[in-house]
């Protein structure tokens, strides 16, 4: 068996025999010359960087079978110091470990939700970027809003109004413009939910995760471009370590300690459960459970 590793334009081949196969290579050649050299069929290893799903695609296309492994656990095999050489060589050896954990090849389709996603979070922070700017300008006038943003949208037309709150024309005009960037940012992340209704409405998958207790069309598409059909998952407990839902553990002499849950994981997804009611829903659940238990 061939194990093939690629690190940005470098990489290197380990075959049976003992050979090494070492060359640099342009992204637009690279793709030629493993063809050359490795069979359909043999596995190639990647690090799970940018970009790494889609060549992983392409190999896959091409009768490959590919695997990718998580940076974290490639750097502890990277000698001396850090290159692209000792990276492809440490990607080479992860793959030899018969214990490695590898991270799914996401499809297109995943892909497309994922970007919906990271497009809408990044609308979400200049929709409260902009909020908090807002209000910082205002103070200086003496004007201040509740803590909610749908208090601020609506209280601006009402400072903007007020011929009698102490704002110059100068700063009206700049509050107006500010009021029309927000309201832009506002109509982005409506198109951006309509779109991921719609997909959410299209995947089967997400369709099946929308029966649960408050699981909304944002959580599951979030969930389907995060882990998409879950079958690489043994059980749910490795899926809910996978997203980091499961504490971090520092266990020693036959002692178990869970500390809280860690930032390991998919922090995007985590952030949408706690945020949605589906979280709630569970301990709930899980509480009702307990308290039948202590009756019977």
Not at 99 to 111: E, P, T
Not at 117 to 143: D, F, M, P, W
Request: aromatic share 4%; hydrophobic share 45%; glycine share 8%.
């Amino acid at each position: 068996m061939t194990s093939f590793a690629t690190k940005s334009i470098l990489a290197i081949s380990l075959v049976t025999n003992g050979l090494v196969w070492l060359r640099r290579l342009s992204r637009d050649r690279w793709l030629k010359a493993v063809m050359e050299v490795a069979e359909p069929g043999c596995e190639i290893g990647m690090e799970a960087c940018g970009g790494a799903h889609h060549w992983a695609r392409e190999l896959q296309a091409h009768g490959y079978r590919v695997k990718l492994i998580a940076p974290q656990f490639v750097k502890p095999y990277v000698k001396s110091n850090k290159n692209d050489a000792n990276d492809a060589a440490a990607i080479c050896e992860a793959m030899s470990r018969p214990s490695l954990r590898f991270v799914s090849v996401k499809s297109a389709a995943q892909q497309d939700l994922q970007a919906m996603h990271r497009v809408r979070a990044s609308l979400v922070e200049q929709c409260t970027a902009k909020g908090n700017q807002i209000r910082g300008l205002v103070a200086e006038y003496g004007l201040v809003a509740l803590k909610e943003m749908v208090s601020l949208r609506r209280v601006i037309p009402c400072w903007l109004e007020d011929a009698d709150n102490g704002l110059s024309a100068c700063f009206r005009r700049l509050l107006e413009g500010l009021r029309r960037d927000l309201h832009t940012l506002d109509e982005r992340v409506a198109e951006l939910d309509g779109q991921i209704s719609e997909a959410a409405k299209a995947a089967a998958d997400a369709r099946r995760l929308q029966q649960l207790r408050g699981v909304g069309p944002v959580v599951a598409t979030a969930l389907v471009a995060s882990v998409g059909d879950a079958t690489q998952f043994a059980s749910g407990r490795q899926m809910a370590a996978s997203l980091g839902l499961t504490p971090r553990q520092h266990s020693s002499g036959g002692k178990d300690r869970l500390l809280g849950i860690s930032k390991r994981g998919d922090a995007y997804v985590v952030a949408r459960l706690a945020s949605s009611s589906a979280l709630s829903a569970i301990l709930k659940s899980t509480t009702k459970r307990k308290q039948l238990k202590t009756m019977t």
